[in-house]
């Protein structure tokens, strides 16, 4: 059983969608997947939360298990502790997930971006990361302000001798800016880590067929896509200073 992390560069990034695309490509290759969602923060019990978003795009081809919710939308120590609710452990998502005996790939969706507490311990998904001793997927916004945020996770992984298995952009405009655009080739140079796919920003109301067709499309083959990095970065002009020499 594989088992992999989703992060973000922050909160809204598109997590959901780039764990439900990575999950609809393993699901069609065969594999018996499942997504956790430790905790959900937000969502009044009963409403749908992240994980009927992966249901919906996957059509309902991948199991989904959430472990804890609270309705305030803050970070999970914080809502725990405001809502009278039991915070999450590590040890307690590591357990669920080790208990889950018959997938081929697990698929665990934080909340906000990696060190977001999940309890006034201090705990993180980083430390999830740590226990199951899985890798770490980054998902980044496209525009201007992600290259800090991507390469401070990136640093944070290194520091906690965690695997960053790379980083997808989760929702990238049909017609990018600049910065848009050369951020496609800098977010692996500042994470040291692979840029692993870019799916387009209009993948909202997808039905299931439409949603993995883009997934394929927006996703590295380490992800179960085609995706090519070599095109879809080549899009970049650069501009050379006035007395530079192509060959320098
Ligand atoms: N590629 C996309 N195409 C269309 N809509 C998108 C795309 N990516 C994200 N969105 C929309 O943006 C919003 C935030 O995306 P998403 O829920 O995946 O983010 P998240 O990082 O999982 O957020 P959270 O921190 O709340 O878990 C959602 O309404 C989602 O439908
Ligand atoms: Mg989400």
Redesign the pocket.
Known sequence: MRTMIVT?TG????????TAAVAALAAAAGERVVVVKPAQT?IEPGAPG?LA?VERLTGGRVATLELARYPEPLAPATAARRSGLPPLRVEEIEKSVRAIGDADLVVV?G??GLLVRINDDGETLADVATALDAPVLV?ATAGLGVLNAAALTAEALATRGIRLEGVVV??YPAEPDLAERTNLDDLPEVTGAPLLGV??????GADPEDFETAARCGLHPVLGGRWDATVAVRQTPTVRPPNSRSDA
């Open positions: 973000g909160t809204g990034v598109g997590k959901t969608v780039v937000g992240d978003d969706e909340a906000g998902v989760g929702a799916l387009p920003a209009d993948l909202g």
